[in-house]
């Protein structure tokens, strides 16, 4: 008998995988606003100043009285100044009266309104209108965006460029966001050779590697990759232990089934503490996830050997276990119809890679890739998305509704 979950649902390891992020989530640290895209936000975002901080104009024109216009247009009124972005003065404007405004500038007292320079002829000191417009037209008012006191954002939020940008105005130099996770990345398996170099007999190129890097950069991480692990577990003790004591998370692939030379169950066993090993996944079975015990801090996510296997749990499992260490908030989740037929045949949760179709009405479809094995990876590359395919043997007809995974 195991003292851990074993070939439990991906509903079951998710929830351990979330639970063991979140009992350990990484510190907050400031960050210069210029350095922040695309973190985590660690505190609540309130404004403290209004945007606009003043009524201004929205367009180039001239800001006026409303109540000076024409209803059917053709006005005139007496040019007395002008009003640019940037400048401490503004005219006043008295009954008949206009001033000259280009967009962003403070509204000279008495105006309402301002009318488009496309929409006038200038004769000397006269303005003549030459369309009517309505009260307050192209005035951008003060706090009509922001007004101090709102909730800006919420911790957890990711720093998009347009969410950096409504933290710039309000005059934040600086942001407190979460730490990254710092990230040990292993291949295992004296079968594996670097791309360039010749292949030996039972050799192959070590694709994992850069695949697993590839995503985690993806998520806007510094993954550290380390030396092939070989199938000495001696060897791999060693160098996991090392990378135990100094990151927060270290995945491997291979090296996780039931064979003779996969040690990592069994070292997991003995020098860590394994959350679960074996889920009910198609691909993915073997996954195992720990924490380190006598082998360090880190929490240690090891994915199976096949490429289309690390991809499917790496964006299953891997990637809500960084963002839960970051405490980021949930990520939206996406729905498309089949775009053709599949029949399921296996009773396990399957991840079959397929393509996005966007229709010219506005539904989402995804057509199924039919090479589903796990070391289909040209499958994968012609792919973009996991279709989620609930546990269960049974038959999708077309225009069936699955989540879709993209990558």
């Not at 989530?25 to 309130?46: M, S």
């Not at 079968?191 to 993806?218: A, D, F, K």
């Not at 039931?258 to 079975?285: C, I, N, Y």
């Amino acid at each position: 008998m195991t003292d851990f979950p074993s070939r439990i649902s991906y509903a079951e390891a998710l929830a351990i995988i979330v639970a063991a992020a979140k009992a350990r989530p990484l510190p907050a640290e400031r960050c210069a606003i210029q350095r922040a895209h695309g973190r985590v936000l660690a505190t609540d975002i309130t404004a403290t100043i209004a945007q606009p901080p003043f009524d201004n104009a929205a367009m180039d024109g001239f800001a006026l009285r409303h109540a000076d216009l024409a209803p059917a247009g053709g006005s005139v009124l007496e040019l007395v100044g002008e009003q640019f972005a940037g400048t401490a003065d503004q005219p006043a404007i008295g009954p008949g009266q206009c001033v000259r405004i280009t967009t962003g500038a403070p509204m000279p007292p008495g105006a309402d309104t301002v009318v488009m320079k496309e929409n006038t002829r200038v004769e000397g000191e006269r303005v003549h209108v030459l369309e009517p417009t309505t009260r307050g037209r192209h005035v951008r008012l003060a706090a009509e965006d922001t007004a101090p006191g709102d909730l800006l954002l919420r911790a957890g939020d990711v720093l998009t460029p347009s969410r950096i940008a409504l933290c710039a105005m309000q005059g934040l130099a600086e942001l407190e966001v979460r730490r990254p996770p710092t990230v040990a990345v292993f291949a295992t398996g004296d079968e594996l050779v670097e791309p360039g170099m010749e292949l030996g007999p039972g050799q192959i190129y070590n694709s994992n590697r850069e695949l697993l890097m590839g995503l985690l950069r993806q998520e806007g991480l510094e993954p550290v990759a380390w030396p092939t692990l070989a199938d000495d577990p001696a060897h791999v003790q060693s160098s996991l232990r090392h990378a135990g004591d100094a990151f927060d998370l270290v995945i491997t692939c291979g090296g996780v089934s039931a064979g003779e030379k996969d040690h990592l169950p069994a070292l997991m066993q003995s020098k860590g503490r394994v959350l679960f090993w074996k889920t009910r996944l198609k691909p993915g079975m073997p996954v195992l996830f720990a924490e380190g015990g006598s082998l360090g801090e880190a929490l240690f996510l090891c994915l199976p050997g096949n490429p289309v296997s690390v991809l499917a749990t790496w964006l299953a499992l891997g990637r809500p276990l960084v963002d839960a260490l970051q405490s980021r908030a949930p990520r939206l989740k996406l729905f498309a119809r089949l775009a053709t037929g599949w029949n399921k045949r296996n009773a396990r949760l399957e991840f079959l890679r397929g393509r996005l179709i966007r229709g010219g009405d506005g539904t989402l479809s995804v057509e199924p890739n039919p090479a589903d094995g796990s070391n289909r990876m040209r499958a994968a590359a012609d792919s973009d998305a996991l279709l989620v395919l609930e546990e269960g043997a049974r038959e999708y007809t077309a225009g069936s509704v699955v989540e879709v995974i993209p990558y």
